[in-house]
């Protein structure tokens, strides 16, 4: 027999003897120290495993006063989670493990010598660098990011839910696609997707321009040749975007209050109206409301930017344009704006997946509210996110909260991937170097 | 943007002499374009100020409710401000966001520095998949794992503390920061490293001496919208923190003016202008380093 062959095949049943047989006796403790790791892991990552298959078997028992802790099927499934993972780093290890065994076997059998210890140490430490580094990061990053975005999409999949299936009083199960199926299928909540959607939509759409094109009038105007003291209107401009916008939203949520607001009793004392207008407590008047705060919000913030593209231009550019008999509006159609609309185009994009997903506006100026009778858990004003929001913190349906993440995270994804496919980053040969 | 500053010393100019038919007519509606163009502008600093202006003057009112709390107040007053700072745990709310804006700011620039700084200039097994991994959880709306984030906090202890919500804004922000950073990093030309490796600096050096004065304008960016973010956030603080003691303003805000009573309102105004007065002021003076980070992430994102 080969020793490469040999060598791997004591690996594969005992860790690191193969390693042994190749003279690496450091190594050889490393990979066994993994074995005796996973014997002592080993009913831990199999109850685990049980644990996220099962999603916990017995459930909490009242008994008078006496209560007899059950599973927690929530907490099961994290730790399921984490334990398939320690699984795979075994797995992996062992692979690693007889691919070494294997590797310097076949060196023997070339009749070299495998790396003595120190030399392999030194090799060690020198790649290992990076990893060193990313390590703290990367446990971070897996404990609260990788894990909850796994669980919150296996969510989708079980019936985790009120009233009956609420942790840790019962258990919850898989109930594979049928979350997606009620979502598409009953009329409740087929609607209420629907409306939620086309709004949400339409409020990202028309959003994102008004104040893109707000921006691009306010920036033009202000960088105008006819306007002086040009830095003081700016500053005026930029208030709003410097302001933080939860305070904002929330003193335009007192201005536009139906009873008592300021902007209904300024119109009433100017004879303009009779009557309250109901700002928050008609479906297309909040709308419309909406739309008008979100210009104040957001257009600055174009405005900023466009402003900082066009003091960029070349000043030899414009010059060169102006010996050539280009008229001031030339200078504007042919360079300016061109150039203006080309480097904000990103930012364009960017905003609309922002404001897809705007809680903060939607949350604190209406609530989502005035109620709609024919949505489930949902108002008039929910765009998909908040909805998503109140399914979980009030009503306590994390299922249809997941399965509607999961939708969301697709629309989302398909635009940064677009954005992302007509970035230089992409186009550069090096985009990962 | 360096050019913006330019562009304030000097404006351009526009040579006014290459447009032969000068009549009368011409003159005038340059004069009408020009009253238009101040009309706008006037009209627009009157819808942008408004709100600004109409709470600071609530701020000082004398009456509580927003019923009686006007632009211009009749009898100023500073109770409200009074108020805040020995009938409300503002003060604890002002400091443990201060607290926790700062922490998240310092771990998370250290962490998404570090993580970019390898991912630029190191090569190893497995970086693909790293860099495509930052790629797509930056995807993920970071509301997501919501629940997830309670329970796992829960395991560990963590909840009702500010160490758990600094943990999750900080490392929730990491794919992103990371994948900015390192889009920056990149357009450092990688000769700088490799000259001062020939001189003898390690890694170390190379990264604090080189690198790392190098990439300021970015990090600003990062610090500054990490800063910023506790600030602003009410999903993360309603989730993790529960006793009054600990909330943070975004919450004790909203919580003040939350029901419909509404009485409540003027020192919800006077806690809305010290909030917003140093904020803004920040946001001011540091607008150069914003736009150039933002043009940066949407060019290289």
Known sequence: MKKSTRAGIMSAV????????????????????????????FPSVCDGIYGLVTLGETKMVINGSKVTMGDNSIILMIFGILWLFVAVAFLLLYIFNI???????????????????????????????????????????????????????LIAFTNYSAPDHLPPKNLIDWVGFQNFADMFR???????????????????????????????????????????????????????????????????RNMFNGQFGPINTFLRQANIIEQNIPWLSDALMA??????????????????????????IPSELLEAARIDGATAKDEFRKITLPLVLYSTAP??????????????????????????????????????????????????????????????????????????????????????? | MSTLKAEIQSPPVYNMERQSAFSIGHAFAEVIKTILTYALLCIMAVFVISPIVWIIGASFNNASSLLSATAIPKNPTISHYVELFTETKFPYWYAN???????????????????????????FVGKKAGLL????????????????????????????????????????????????????????????????????????????QVIFPLSKPILTFVALSQFMAPWMDFIFPRLILSSSKKMTLAIGLYDMIAGDTNNNFTTFAAGAVLVAVPITILYVCLQKYLIQGIMAGANKA
């Open chain 1, 99 to 153: 691919r070494d065994a294997v590797k310097n076997g076949r060196l023997r059998d070339a009749g070299k010598k495998p790396l003595r210890f120190k030399e392999w140490w030194s090799k060690i430490t020198d790649r290992s660098f990076p990893y060193f580094v990313l390590l703290p990061t990367i446990i971070l990053v897996f404990v609260f990011v990788v894990l909850p975005i796994l669980f919150g999409f």
């Open chain 1, 14 to 41: 005992v860790w690191g003897s193969g390693q042994l047989a190749n003279g690496q006796w450091a190594k050889a403790i490393i990979f066994f120290a993994g074995q005796i790791m996973l014997l002592f892991c």
């Open chain 1, 287 to 312: 709308k419309i409301v909406i739309f008008i705060v979100n210009f104040w919000l957001g257009f600055p913030y174009f405005m900023a930017m466009m402003t900082g593209v066009m003091t960029s």
């Open chain 1, 347 to 433: 930012l364009l994009i960017m905003s609309f997946a922002g404001n897809f997903n705007n809680f903060n506006v939607i949350y604190f100026l209406t609530n989502g509210n005035p109620i709609n009778p024919s949505y489930k858990f949902a108002g008039s004003t929910d765009i998909l996110i908040t909805w998503i929001y109140k399914l979980t913190k009030d009503n306590r349906q994390f299922q249809m909260a997941s399965v509607m993440s999961i939708l969301v995270f697709v629309v989302i994804a398909s635009i940064s991937t677009f954005n992302f496919l007509r970035t230089r980053a992409f186009k550069e040969e090096d985009m990962m170097g």
């Open chain 2, 133 to 208: 991994s930052i790629l797509i959880l930056q995807m993920f709306p970071s509301f997501m794992g919501m629940m997830a984030l309670y329970n796992i906090l829960w395991q560990l202890n963590l909840l009702d503390t500010h160490l758990g919500l600094i943990l999750t804004y900080a490392v929730g922000q990491i794919p992103y920061n990371t994948w900015l950073i390192k889009g920056y990093l990149s357009s450092i030309p990688k000769s700088l490293d490799e000259a001062a490796k020939l001189d003898g600096a390690s890694s170390t050096r190379i990264f604090i």
């Open chain 2, 97 to 123: 966001t201060f607290k926790i804006a700062c922490i998240n700011m310092v771990v998370s620039v250290i962490l998404s520095m570090l993580t970019a700084y390898v991912f630029s200039r190191f090569h």
């Open chain 1, 186 to 252: 009953l009329p409740m909540w087929n609607d209420t997707f629907g409306g939620v959607l086309l709004w949400t939509v339409i409020w990202a759409v028309v959003s994102t321009f008004t104040c893109f094109f707000g921006g691009l009038l306010m920036a033009c105007l202000v960088n105008s040749r006819r306007v002086r003291f040009k830095r003081f209107w700016r500053s005026i401009y930029i208030l709003p975007w410097a302001m933080p916008g939860m305070v904002s939203l929330l003193i335009f």
